[in-house]
């Protein structure tokens, strides 16, 4: 069974900075396609970012563009996802999700393995 497994959430003020792991096992980590989704209290689980399994290729959603970076490092089978410039609507847990030969989708019925998930607080 496909494992992911997040780190590196916490609590930070806002405009600082946090860098989310995502480690997977029991897969080929470089034929999925990986993503980060949040969900904050009272709200529907959203996208934020995805990195395919080819070409490294990424997509972002527009609340993230600019302030956080999504890569991949396959030889340690982890994911990455840098968040800079933190605003106090970034507060969620955030989830990684995997998806075998996926492309860059936004919907989270497209992936078909997720993480627990790692609680981000961003106080104003």
């Known amino acids: 069974q496909v494992q992911l497994v997040e780190s590196g959430g916490g609590l930070v003020q806002a405009g600082g900075s946090l860098r989310l792991s995502c480690a997977a096992s029991r897969l080929t980590f470089s034929l999925y396609t990986l993503a980060w989704f949040r969900q904050a209290p009272g709200k529907e689980r959203e996208f934020v970012a995805a990195i395919i399994w080819s070409d490294r290729g990424t997509y972002y959603s527009d609340s993230v563009k600019g302030r956080f970076t999504i890569s991949r490092v396959n030889a340690q089978n982890t994911a990455y996802l840098q968040m800079n410039s933190l605003k106090p609507e970034d507060t969620a847990v955030y989830y990684c999700?995997?998806?075998?030969?996926?492309?860059?989708?936004?919907?989270?019925?497209?992936?078909?393995?997720w993480g627990q998930g790692t609680q981000v607080t961003v106080s104003s």
């Open positions: 999700a995997a998806d075998q030969y996926g492309s860059l989708k936004r919907e989270t019925d497209a992936y078909g393995y």
